[in-house]
């Protein structure tokens, strides 16, 4: 059991990002604003964890304009997936 709650990541304990991660697994990106409509989050809360998942390089962000207005994608980086995929592996095995 204590084997299992040491591959348990941190970083993906709070809800929202545990839905940022899984959206991002299955998509190869999403823009900010279909993260927030997707997530039902609020503008700072849903950047604020994407700037944790960012800072632990769990994610990547790629910014550019799109008609003169300012686009932000995400997408998860090769780290960030494995990680999340030993995470819910770990999580499977504590219910089973």
Known sequence: MK????????????KLRL???????????????ALKDL???TDGNLASH????????YIRVHKEFINRKPNTQYSATTGGKAAF???????S????
Do not use: P, T
């Not at 899984?22 to 823009?31: E, G, K, R, T």
């Not at 994407?50 to 390089?57: F, P, S, T, V, Y």
């Open 93 to 96: 095995k504590l219910i089973q």
């Open 50 to 57: 994407l700037k944790a998942l960012e800072k632990k390089e």
């Open 19 to 33: 839905g940022i991660m899984s959206a991002l697994v299955v998509n190869d990106y999403l823009d900010f604003n």
């Open 39 to 41: 997530l039902g989050a």
């Open 3 to 14: 084997e299992l709650l040491l591959q348990l990541e941190k970083a993906f304990e709070n």
């Open 85 to 91: 995929e030993k995470h819910l592996n770990a999580l």
